[in-house]
């Protein structure tokens, strides 16, 4: 009698609960329409309220942010004294920049942008995103009416797979900067790793349940700069970019995982069974 296979599983979880900031491990995570609860609810923006990201900050990697009870964080970062934030209290907002959207947010207090500013060595306010349901929508080139997105690059959640980072891996290990490999899912700030899959094979989904939830997969994740920062000590190479646009260019973009959106809400737990829809 042939023994069944096991259906692939969730192996990890993660939040990042600043954008562009380390990411927080989780054994369970509430699934909202817009994403991972907790997940890029604060940002950093510029003087003329663009988005801050590790592609030009990459000691962001070092920086990290503790969710509280109250809806709070705990910011650290090396050489600043630990800072607790309180959500800003409801009131008016002010329009910040995502890539190409413009978003209505709430500023989180002069404290916490001086504490930034003093970290990075520039001018940067830290904003919060009150309203996840009303004030971003997906992607309408890929999205459907009434899908939002928190303060994420443009999907509500990000999957990947260590088959395919394995795969990966080998090839940066058959390239001319073997040397930087292998290179750690954290390069890659996914909020769901699986197991048990075949390398590639999330680029043939299109409907999947984890556990309990739903999601449609909505596109193949373009990768940035950001892949080749280390997420331990903010320095960059050319891996895992330079493989990726040998072996995985789709178009102009260079990809790795999936961007996924919620067809329902519910909980993740590390250890659910993956099921593919379609």
């Known amino acids: 009698m042939t023994t069944p296979t096991p259906p692939p599983r969730l192996s990890a979880l993660h939040v990042y609960p600043v954008k562009s900031a380390g990411g ?3 054994s369970r995570a509430t699934v909202e329409p817009w994403g991972l609860a907790g997940d890029r609810r604060w940002m950093l923006v510029d003087a003329a309220g663009k988005f801050v990201t590790q592609r030009e900050q990459p000691r962001l990697a070092l920086a990290r942010a503790e969710s509280l009870p109250h809806g709070g964080l705990l910011l650290h970062a090396p050489g600043q004294d630990p800072l607790v934030v309180d959500v800003p209290t409801p ?17 989180a207090g002069v404290e916490a ?10 001018e940067v306010a830290f904003v919060h995103l009150d309203d996840p349901a009303r004030r971003r929508p997906v992607d309408p080139n890929f999205g459907r009416p ?7 690059d443009g999907f509500p959640l990000l999957l990947t797979t260590q088959a395919s980072l394995d795969a ?3 090839l940066i290990a058959e390239g001319d900067h073997a040397e930087e490999g292998p290179v750690p899912m954290n390069r890659f700030r996914p909020n769901a790793v699986l197991t048990g899959t075949e390398a590639w094979a999330e680029d043939t989904w299109r409907r999947i349940r984890i556990g309990e939830v739903e999601f449609r997969v909505a596109k193949p994740c373009g990768r940035c700069v950001v892949t080749t920062t280390d997420q331990r000590t903010a320095e960059r190479g050319k ?5 990726l646009a040998r072996h995985r260019r789709i178009g102009a973009g260079l990809v790795f995982g999936q961007n996924v959106v919620p067809l329902g809400t519910g909980t993740l737990r590390v250890g659910d069974a993956l099921f593919i829809m379609g």
């Open 239 to 243: 891996e895992p970019l330079r493989s």
């Open 113 to 122: 942008g001086a504490w930034f500013g003093a970290y990075l060595g520039r």
């Open 91 to 107: 009131g008016v907002t002010a329009p910040v920049t995502i890539w190409r959207d413009k978003v209505e947010a709430v500023t």
């Open 24 to 26: 927080v491990p989780l």
């Open 168 to 170: 990966l891996n080998a």
């Open 146 to 152: 009434g899908e939002t997105v928190s303060f994420a």
